[in-house]
């Protein structure tokens, strides 16, 4: 599987990149990048579902979006998935 190729579509469909850890240099433009792209986890969620769709090589995918909440005591879900089926 093309992993690259991957986190670049999925990326892309979200119009935010992964982030695992920021410097505090940069979460300035993270935080400003973010809030000029509001959408909650059903939508990332779908945005991927129909972006994972078009890759040619992907036979069926299952997905979870999660925004592990800081202020709240839970935590936002979406669940997505297509032509996936769990024996």
């Known amino acids: 599987m093309p992993i690259r190729e ?3 579509h999925c990326e892309g469909a979200l119009g935010t990149a992964v982030q695992t850890a920021v ?4 979460e300035q ?5 973010n809030g000029q792209n ?12 129909l972006a994972l769709k078009q890759l040619p090589w992907l036979a069926g995918f ?4 999660e925004h ?11 669940h997505s998935e297509w032509r996936w089926s769990v024996a």
């Open 38 to 49: 509001l959408m909650f986890c059903e939508d990332a969620a779908r945005r991927l579902n």
């Open 68 to 78: 592990a909440e800081s202020l709240h005591a839970h935590d936002a879900v979406a």
């Open 62 to 65: 299952a997905l979870r979006v």
């Open 6 to 8: 991957l986190i670049d």
């Open 23 to 26: 410097k505090r240099a940069d």
């Open 29 to 33: 433009a993270f935080a400003l990048a």
